[in-house]
């Protein structure tokens, strides 16, 4: 048995691992229209896989650190918040150093790290996760603090993020609306399918690019809006929609297809890096609900 520090850091060290094998998991998912995996780099001319592999590893620490930030703090969990965004924009300046100030994972940051810690927290106080009380936890830590955000980018005149200049706009709200509404999507979309292809017996990769296509589906993907229009994203979900409606990722000649796509997608400089995202999430949510009981006994 472990003692009552070590067990901190088993839950601490798990909890970054399952982190860092969530993003090396979706960079491995292949083949992902428009994104980078082992086939190709996408629409990104500045990414690739190694560059991805090298920003897990330096991010994987940071997770640690934010996981022990939810395990063992006392407060509530809006307090705990600032923390980890001390934290985040520590983990922020490390990942921008390891890959030339490229933008691999600054989104999984905020909401790997924010799940990291609940999910710590859940094990500390409730002695187990499940997905009520990990949600319930996240969305207590994020509330306050995001709904003020919200409320200054709507007063802010200037120097507004891309990210910024589309909530003004168009109200969409990406990774903070996410964490506010308790990643809805991946709790609806992304853990059901996940979970009804293993149940049926598919493949790992398949089930992965089967979340993904249902991600790009559904989702209201910033990152397609940003980097080209809103058309565009109902153009994308329609093909997806039609993919999917087609057997999607588990029929024959599927990869075939999304081959096709991710070269068109590249022609027209298509991302849906915000589904991609998604799929990192929902992998790491799957790992910590299903990993839970075999960590216990090693406590």
């Not at 994987?60 to 969990?77: D, L, N």
């Not at 589309?166 to 059901?192: C, D, F, H, K, W």
């Amino acid at each position: 048995m472990y003692g009552a520090t070590s067990g901190n850091q088993v839950i601490e060290e798990w909890l970054g691992q399952m982190a860092w094998e969530a993003l090396i998991e979706e960079v491995y998912t292949t083949p992902k229209p428009g994104l980078v995996d082992t086939y190709s780099n996408g629409a990104h001319k500045d990414m690739d896989v190694a560059l991805f592999e090298r920003s897990a590893s330096v991010l994987r620490p940071y997770f640690v650190r934010m996981a022990e930030a939810g395990y063992r703090s006392q407060k509530h969990p809006s307090d705990v918040f600032p923390e980890l965004r001390e934290i985040g924009i520590e983990a922020e300046k490390a990942m921008y150093a390891a890959t030339g100030n490229v933008n691999t994972h600054k989104g999984l940051i905020f909401s790997l790290g924010i799940l990291c810690a609940a999910a710590a927290s859940c094990f500390r106080w409730d002695g187990y996760v499940s997905v009520k009380n990990l949600i319930r936890t996240e969305q207590h830590m994020v509330r306050s603090a995001l709904i003020a955000e919200l409320k200054a980018i709507q007063e802010k005149k200037t120097d507004r993020s891309h990210g910024e200049e589309l909530y003004r706009r168009l109200g969409t709200m990406g990774v903070r609306g996410e964490a506010l509404g308790g990643y809805a999507s991946i709790r609806t979309i992304g853990l059901p399918v996940m979970q009804e292809g293993i149940r049926k017996g598919y493949g790992w990769n398949e089930i992965k690019l089967q979340v993904l296509m249902e991600f790009m589906a559904q989702a209201e993907d910033t990152n397609v809006i940003y980097r080209t229009s809103e058309k565009t994203l109902e153009y994308t979900q329609n093909i997806a929609r039609q993919f999917l409606k087609n057997g999607g990722a588990y029929r024959k000649g599927a990869v075939e297809e999304l081959i096709k796509l991710d070269e068109q997608f590249i022609k027209e400089n298509i991302s849906h890096g915000g589904c991609a995202d998604l799929l990192a999430i929902t992998i790491f949510l799957h790992s910590v609900y299903n990993g839970f009981q075999s960590l216990r006994r090693k406590l």
